[in-house]
């Protein structure tokens, strides 16, 4: 198969050899919104989060494919996923690249790509290979390595998750102290089904009678003072998809509250599981020369299932709808899939207490997904293996934000999902979503994308949709065929 290593010709990344080789761990979300963690504006208690985010780097400007298969083929690959191919059928993956050079691999919670993740490079794997599952009762595609893993009573998906990370961390340890480890630890959590703890809930079951008009009223003043985002910002008013809060009824303003708290639920819990993973770090003593990166795999789901259904610990059909995807994709507009910065821009995390400058606190870098296997194979001293027929990765090395240097200008980023598609070059972004036509943006004064400026600069927008064109007019020639079939999520 192609994906076996070729043995003709080596790239090999390494950082400085006076830094050592660190512990990578990889945290994904699932459908989680921009600012949906404390530390980017949210009043979603999450603390260990937040507390990587406060003595590492807040990314603003890290970008995804805007859906979970192409994020996590592009995470997996370091390719685009067009390259890469949607089950990663052509070229190496991040596990089996990073284990060549003497690290323990593993990888908890979803998959979503082709195959089992120990086909693919990990040493060892639990969680299920579906792209969601019942937070309870799990689904027949949960493995632990290759078995089938039978779900047992009192089981709940999150903390499964962090149970079997530090399980994978804690023998690996033991069995040889020195010897580094790769973990990609894929959350489930927020993804639908709403299903929580009851006692999270709980915590959350008055949080959200305001509405979504007033929470997201609330985070863009936290995001302001956290520096997350520029008051020079201008931001997208509510469309008119989604209806004001006082105008709903009583009861629908019950149903949705109690939506919105199973939501905030899901999140605490995932950070919750995110701390025993960071107290078996400590414990062990290897916390300090451990890289964690925190992303999303995309912007929030608008879907709307289950709203005539009040949800619950145990509901198994329930999406939180427009109105809170809109609040927790803030400031931005649109969501998951849509090539928006609500659908794909993410909130980021970068976290190594060895090598992080103090006081970074927020960075602006436009950085992507993309830019991950590169960045993770330099600190690990690994080799990517490549025959002329391979492309080279995608992306590029943030070893030097990592160490407070300043990065090079960013190359141009390319998106493309369906026909929803986006090209940003240096300040300027050009997208659009299903069924509409090329909208232009400057960045560096409207990272809402609330004022198109295609009119205004007709000439900078026909030479981006050109570059454009031409980057994905060769993608198509090669890889993608006919364009799949899609019904757009939203389009405001």
């Known amino acids: 198969m192609k994906h076996i290593f070729h043995t003709l010709l080596f790239f090999a990344f390494c950082a400085s050899q006076s830094l050592a080789q660190p512990n990578i761990i990889l945290i994904v979300a699932d459908d989680m919104g921009y600012s949906d963690l404390a530390c980017f504006g949210s009043e979603i208690q999450t603390p260990h989060l937040d507390k990587l985010a406060q003595e590492g780097i807040r990314m603003r400007q890290f970008y995804n494919s805007a859906k979970c298969e192409p994020s996590r083929a592009m995470i997996i690959s370091g390719q685009h996923w067009h390259d890469s191919g949607i089950h990663l059928e052509n070229g190496p993956t991040i596990a089996e690249v990073i284990r060549r050079a003497n690290y323990n691999t593993y990888a908890v919670g979803k998959w979503h790509l082709s195959g089992n993740p120990v086909n693919r490079g990990f040493d060892h794997f639990f969680g299920h290979l579906n792209g969601a599952t019942n937070y309870f009762k799990g689904d027949p595609s949960f493995r632990l390595d290759h078995d089938k893993f039978e779900v047992p009573d009192n089981f709940y998906a999150t903390s499964a998750y962090g149970d079997y990370a530090v399980k994978f961390i804690e023998e690996g340890h033991k069995a040889n102290p020195e010897k580094r480890f790769f973990l990609y630890l894929a959350h489930t959590a927020p993804h639908a089904p709403l299903m929580a703890l009851p006692e999270d809930i709980e915590r959350f079951k008055n949080t959200y009678k305001a509405g979504w008009d007033k929470i997201r009223e609330e985070r863009i003043k936290r995001q302001l003072k956290l520096g997350i985002i520029d008051a020079k910002w201008p931001v997208p008013d509510r469309p008119s998809t989604i209806p004001a809060w006082k105008d709903l009824s009583p009861k629908e303003q019950e149903i949705e509250a109690d939506r919105m708290a199973t939501y905030a639920a899901m999140i605490y819990r995932m950070d919750a599981s995110v701390g025993r993973v960071i107290d078996k770090l400590e414990e062990l003593g290897i916390r300090d020369n451990t890289l ?56 980021a995390i970068l976290n190594w207490p060895d090598v992080i400058p103090p006081n970074e606190k927020v960075n602006d870098t436009p950085a992507q997904i993309l830019d991950l296997a590169p960045t993770f194979f330099e600190l690990a001293c690994a080799e990517y293996p490549s025959a002329p027929d391979d492309k080279p990765l995608s992306g590029r090395s943030l070893y030097p934000l990592l160490t ?83 019904v757009p999520l939203q389009n405001d």
Not at 305 to 325: F, I, M, Q, S
Not at 438 to 455: G, H, V
């Open 292 to 347: 964690i990166v925190f992303i999303s795999d995309n912007g929030a789901n608008p879907f709307d299932r289950g709203r005539k259904d009040v949800p619950g610990a145990l509901g198994e059909n329930h999406n939180y709808g427009l109105g809170w995807a809109f609040a927790s994709n803030t400031p931005y507009r649109l969501y998951k899939q849509n090539q928006h910065n609500g659908g794909a821009c993410t909130s």
């Open 404 to 486: 407070g240097k300043k990065m090079p200008p960013s190359p141009p980023m390319y998106f493309h999902l369906y026909d929803n598609a986006a090209l940003i070059d240096n300040n300027w972004k050009l997208v659009k979503a299903f069924g509409n036509t090329w909208e232009l943006y400057d960045l560096e004064t409207d990272r809402a994308e609330t004022q198109n400026l295609i009119s205004e600069q007709p000439k900078k927008a026909q030479k981006l949709q050109q570059e454009w064109e031409n980057w994905m007019g060769n993608y198509r020639l090669k890889h993608v065929g006919n364009e799949p079939k899609y």
